[in-house]
């Protein structure tokens, strides 16, 4: 894609939002969360040891300010126009050495303004920074609003989200050839991951697919793929050791991709060789209910229908004690994030929702049994991007 669609995304965007800000009263928008200010610039610094802010008045131009280490990469990678620096590094000019009082100088002295942020994103200490640099008590909460925004995705997004669906998909497919070949759990990991990173490399490599750091690290490879099997399954997300699956235990492959800032994942349940009776149910019941939900999916569509409809079919083959919390999460700059496809839901389906379709069971004796499939819900149905056997695969 062009920069120029990207940067028309991004500025769609920012529009939306400062419609939003208008109609709540509120002056400006303090952003300090990662993903966020991805969102509205584009820019992933990676590692977020320094502080980095978007400063979104409700009307006009916004201003990221980055550390002067960042600003070059910055230039390079945000659709943002405007780019300012705080901090000392080489001959990159700053409006403050202190993060705080370069704040203060591009936003103002806000009292009796009303300011917001994504509170959700903010730690006390920034928190309480932000107010005293700015001159305000307080600031108000937009969580809500930031979510129901990013949920709904656009074209760009869903672009990526293609993508990063390929990628999931390449990790699955090793995982699958390395289990029939015999290999342990850890083998399995390492050529799938070894897969994937070449896949980005031959079609995807002017994107990244660096993850969103904390203050302490950052996360440049956010390919992630692991293998669990037996009863290490119910932890669902852990390390793969170094044993090989035997005969009769289920086998779960868990495959993320993540392309210029956007996930998409893709799980398969596995049996080795054949399985017991209850294993065998628990497979069937999954792959019905993963088949029943999938052509449920349109706009309209109550959330709850989905989860319940999974839940009468795994109420019918016997497994009504265990059925899920949910069966499904929304994806797209966080691995997991709204909607959740729960019973309780009072949201509907909305085209550019992308989430994932993966109604499972969890049992200490026997184990866990799902596919997952990253969907984008269309103008008159869905689109799965995940693909993958979505039957009982026997290995």
Not at 27 to 49: A, C, K
Not at 151 to 169: Q, R, S, V
Not at 252 to 262: C, E, H, I, R
Request: glycine content about 8%; hydrophobic content about 40%.
């Amino acid at each position: 894609m062009s920069y120029a669609l990207i940067k028309s995304c991004v500025d769609a965007r920012i529009e939306k939002m400062q419609n939003v800000m208008r109609e709540k009263e509120v002056d400006v928008l303090i952003l300090n969360g990662p993903e966020h200010i991805f969102y509205f610039s584009n820019f992933n610094p990676i590692l977020f040891s320094h502080p980095i802010f978007f400063i979104f008045p409700a009307d006009g131009e916004p201003t990221l300010l980055v550390h002067s280490l960042r600003g070059k990469h910055a230039a390079r990678e945000a659709v943002t126009q405007k780019i300012l620096c705080h901090g000392k590094w080489g001959a990159q000019p700053y409006v403050d050495l202190d993060a705080f009082q370069a704040l203060t100088k591009i936003a103002g002295n806000l009292s009796g303004k009303k300011v917001a942020s994504d509170l959700h994103e903010s730690d006390v200490i920034t928190y309480r920074k932000i107010c005293t640099s700015l001159n305000i008590e307080e600031m108000s909460n937009f969580s809500d609003e930031m979510l129901f925004q990013t949920m709904i995705k656009d074209a760009w997004a869903i672009e990526m989200i293609k993508g990063a669906a390929l990628l999931a998909d390449k990790g699955v497919e090793v995982i699958e050839k390395c289990l029939r070949d015999r290999t342990t759990e850890a083998e399995a990991v390492t050529e799938a991951q070894y897969a994937m990173r070449r896949l980005w490399q031959n079609q995807f490599v002017q994107y990244e697919v660096s993850g969103f750091g904390t203050h302490s690290t950052g996360i440049i490879d956010s390919l992630n793929c692991w293998v669990l099997s037996g009863q290490r399954l119910t932890s669902s997300c852990d390390c793969s050791v170094d044993i090989r699956p035997q005969p009769g235990e289920l086998v779960l492959a868990f495959s993320w991709g993540k392309l210029g800032g956007y996930h998409a994942e893709n799980e398969r349940s596995m049996i080795m060789v054949d399985g017991d009776e209850v294993r065998m149910r628990a497979l069937e019941a999954m792959c019905i209910a993963q088949k029943s939900v999938l052509q449920m999916i349109k706009p309209g569509c109550p959330i709850k229908d989905l989860y319940n409809t999974a839940a009468d079919i795994f109420k019918e083959f016997g497994f009504g004690n265990i059925l899920p919390g949910r069966i499904g999460h929304g994806i797209g700059l966080s691995p997991h994030e709204e909607p959740s496809i729960d019973g309780t839901s009072e949201l509907s389906l909305q085209p550019g929702m992308v989430f994932t379709v993966e109604p499972g069971l969890t049992d200490e004796a026997w184990g866990s049994v799902h596919h997952s499939n990253t969907v984008v819900v269309t103008e008159d149905g869905c689109r799965v991007l995940t693909h993958g056997d979505n039957g009982i695969i026997h290995i």
